[in-house]
């Protein structure tokens, strides 16, 4: 039985999206069907286009990632969702993309999917682990089964992020994740497909017995 895990992430200037590489690598190695989603910018052209950093990033990562679908969600059976704090939560960005998710949460469409959550912040105590907890929050509304890497490996405890990968990455792009960060999103993504897979499993030799 394969295992379908779906990451989505917002980043403006890349390092988010180098721990969401890192979880889908991780997802990959468990032997799981991978895709990996940006979700759009929100703020106008003229002001991304100010910021030399964030404007040359977006382009990289448009040609890169397409953005998620309820299509992508539907398929999931696990969903990882990361971003950059701002002022302690998540961006505008991600924060749209996940009150889009209305209709399929109405619908009971997410209730049992796992979840799992990472993020990046340009300080130590900037707020990553109130955001991780608020996309894990909006999980549980949705009826999800969290997986948070926890303890669970080796790599955990030299990045201590057991609530989710994390990275602390500077103003910008200046100090992106490092091999420790990287190697916990790894940790994660393998995680979180491996319980996926589980569950699956489980939950077919149930409606089959
Ligand atoms: C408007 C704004 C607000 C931010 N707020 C915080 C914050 O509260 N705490 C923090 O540590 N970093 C904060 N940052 C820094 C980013 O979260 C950090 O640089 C992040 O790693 C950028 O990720 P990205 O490269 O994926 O865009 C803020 C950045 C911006 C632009």
Not at 53 to 82: H, K, N
Not at 128 to 142: G, K, P, R
Request: some cysteine; proline content about 6%; charged content about 20%.
């Amino acid at each position: 039985m394969n295992v379908n895990v779906l990451i989505v992430f917002y980043s403006r200037y890349g390092n988010t999206r180098l721990l969401a590489d890192a979880i889908a690598e991780g997802a990959q190695q468990a032997g799981a069907d991978v895709r990996v989603r940006r979700v759009a910018d929100l703020a106008p052209e003229n002001i991304m286009r100010q910021d030399q950093d964030w404007w040359s990033a977006r382009a990289q990562m448009s040609e890169l990632y397409s953005e998620p679908t309820d299509e992508d969600l539907l398929w999931a059976d696990a969903i990882v969702i990361g971003c950059p704090t701002r002022f302690g939560s998540p961006p505008a960005e991600l924060k749209l993309f996940l009150d889009k998710l209305g209709p399929l949460w109405f619908q009971g469409k997410l209730v049992d999917k796992v979840g799992s959550a990472f993020v990046t912040t340009g300080t130590v105590h900037g707020g990553n682990e109130m955001t991780v907890h608020s996309l894990l929050t909006t999980m549980m509304h949705f009826g999800m089964i969290i997986v948070p890497p926890g303890y669970a490996d080796t790599s955990m405890f030299a990045a201590g992020a057991p609530y989710g990968a994390s990275a602390v990455t500077g103003p910008e792009s200046d100090k992106p994740p490092t091999e420790v960060d990287l190697a916990a999103a790894r940790f994660q993504g393998k995680r979180t497909a491996e319980r996926a897979l589980m569950l699956k499993i489980g939950k077919a030799s149930l409606t089959s017995g």
